[in-house]
């Protein structure tokens, strides 16, 4: 993504400068100005230095947030103070990153200012969301309210999440095994015997010349099949980097089947609990989808939701956009406009993600069920493979020898 270089001045007229990554000038500008800085000036940075890197470094948990948040709750609950809670959190917390900002937000609320605008200039640690819902508790003077529904919303998001990546992992990781142990088994024992094998003389049968052939492949061009892997690592990270590609990519992901269907209803289940604590806390319609557009984390269902807003700006119905689309179900539609009519947004949104997250429960067994006795077939002929190329020679020798 283009860096650009930006000043301007904030609610209290203060001078503001920084960098900020986006696709483009004016989205970049639409950013700072969610910020609440009004801009003068901007300017991309061009060369190889500002092209952006993703190493994911420096991030904190997503666990440690999640425990945060609670606790936060908890003890304002308890009538502690902002101030004292965010000092006891920062002495307790076991992240360093997240004990630098929240010292660095106790002593921004000792000199007075609000807690959102401390947050926000940790913006790489706090989520947009959890900012603009702070910021509407303290508008609103229920800011005990709104970090109790925070609590509970990013709790079932941390739970769905590791429900999907169990999920995915799974499969993963005995997949990556059973390559191990048949390139184990490729490179050391097949060729222990082949050595055995050709002493005795005579033709070896098919099925054992070419397990050999496939050994001597993974000894002699090893770092190939590791290049292979490595470029398309940085291939998928490309095609998620690029709003374009990343479409196209989402898109190809959604498709798949079974994987496919799971990832559409961890989406629709985080956009529903999403917006519906952004309507519960008074957030502007049209604020909260720009929030949800961005944390959603798929470009197609963001696209969707983008014409929603465009949908309301033109006096239509929230919708018509998802209406039209493959990726929202009938459901989904028909319960968010009859939220929309009678007024019940938050608590319509709030069914259809409990909905979808016992959905993602269900999904996720279900794939692990499946997965499981198609990765034990799969590990098994292909270890049978090898092991009757081992065996069928060795018959043939046993043959002879008598």
């Given amino acids: 993504m283009p860096v650009f270089r930006y000043t301007g001045r904030d609610r209290r007229g203060r001078i503001r400068r920084g960098k900020i990554t986006s696709d483009n000038r004016k989205e970049a500008v639409s950013k700072i100005k969610e910020m609440g800085i009004a801009v003068t000036s901007i300017e991309e940075l061009k060369g190889i230095l500002y092209k952006e890197v993703n190493l994911n470094v420096k991030k904190v948990k ?36 997240l004990k630098k900002a929240l010292e660095d937000i106790a002593n921004s609320l000792e000199e007075g200012k609000p807690y959102s605008d401390s947050a926000e200039i940790h913006r790489k640690i706090f989520p947009p969301l959890f900012i603009n819902m702070m910021r509407a508790g303290e508008a609103g003077g229920n800011l005990d309210e709104i970090l109790e529904r925070m609590a509970v919303y990013y709790e079932k998001q941390h739970n769905t999440t590791q429900k999907v990546k169990s999920a995915m992992m799974y499969p993963a990781t005995v997949g990556i095994i059973s390559v191990v142990v048949v390139v184990f088994l490729l490179s050391t024992v097949v060729p222990a015997f082949a050595d055995m094998f050709h002493s005795f003389g005579g033709e070896l049968p098919l099925i054992t010349r070419m397990v050999l052939g496939l050994g001597d492949f993974f000894k002699k061009y090893w770092w ?35 994987i496919g269907k799971l990832l559409q209803k961890a ?20 604020h909260s989808l720009t929030i949800v557009e961005r944390i959603i984390g798929n470009e197609v269902l963001a696209r969707v939701i983008r014409n929603s807003r465009n949908s309301i700006e033109k006096g239509q119905s929230i919708t018509v956009p998802m209406e039209k689309h493959w990726a929202f179900p009938p459901m989904v539609t028909h319960m968010i406009a009859i939220g929309e009519k009678s007024g019940t ?6 069914k259809v993600a409990d909905f979808y997250e016992t959905e993602v429960d269900n999904a996720t067994d279900q794939i692990k069920a499946l997965m499981e006795p198609m990765m034990i077939v799969f590990l098994s002929i292909m270890v049978g493979v090898i092991v009757s190329a081992i065996a069928v020679p060795m018959f ?3 043959e002879t020898i008598q």
Avoid: H, W
């Fill in 345 to 350: 947004m938050d608590l319509m949104l709030d």
């Fill in 267 to 286: 989406s629709i289940a985080r956009m529903s609990r999403t917006l519906g604590s952004l309507f519960a806390s008074s957030v502007p319609i049209q």
């Fill in 224 to 258: 190939l099949l590791l290049l292979i892997c490595l470029f398309n690592l940085l291939g998928i990270q490309y095609l998620r980097s690029n709003k374009t590609t990343r479409y196209y990519f989402d898109f190809a992901l959604l498709k798949i089947p079974v």
């Fill in 396 to 398: 043939s020798i046993f």
């Fill in 62 to 97: 997503n666990q440690d947030l999640v425990i945060y948040i609670r606790q936060f709750s908890t003890l304002l609950k308890a009538g502690i103070s902002v101030v004292e809670t965010t000092n006891i959190l920062a002495r307790q917390t076991s992240s360093k990153l």
